[in-house]
Nanobody, 126 residues
Framework: QVQLVESGGGLVQAGGSLRLSCAASGRTFMSYAMGWFRQAPEKEREFVAAINWSGGRTYHADSVRGRFTISRDNAKNTVYLQMNSLKPEDTAVYYC???????????????????WGQGTQVTVSS
């Protein structure tokens, strides 16, 4: 019902910036929240940021608050993750996710989301 395509990943030096995009298609009107998660090798998938689709309410993980900003453009059905002051520990595969129904886990939990993008690699060099 929903297809997600991420873009914008790549290699950047520490202190640099990167902007990830997640283009959504399909029955996007069913998505009440969009989120970004990341997973580094040998680590669990962790929450990065989330946004309410229509209202714009945002959530950010403590580890990225003040550096990363999630936003959305409803007209383009696109969610963004602006990443500033990048650190080597930000290196991970970043996934975009969509929640189309209320599961009760909350926007910070991967279990809340029923659609996922393919992931895009972000590598921050020191």
């Amino acid at each position: 019902q929903v297809q997600l395509v991420e873009s914008g990943g790549g290699l950047v030096q520490a202190g640099g910036s990167l902007r990830l995009s997640c283009a959504a298609s399909g029955r996007t009107f069913m998505s009440y929240a969009m989120g970004w998660f990341r997973q580094a090798p040998e680590k669990e998938r962790e929450f990065v940021a989330a946004i309410n689709w229509s209202g714009g309410r945002t959530y950010h993980a403590d580890s990225v608050r003040g550096r990363f900003t999630i936003s959305r453009d409803n007209a383009k059905n696109t969610v963004y993750l602006q990443m500033n002051s990048l650190k080597p520990e930000d290196t991970a595969v970043y996934y975009c996710a969509a929640a189309t129904k209320l599961r009760g886990w909350g926007p910070r939990s991967p279990s809340e989301y029923d659609y996922w993008g393919q992931g895009t690699q972000v590598t921050v060099s020191s």
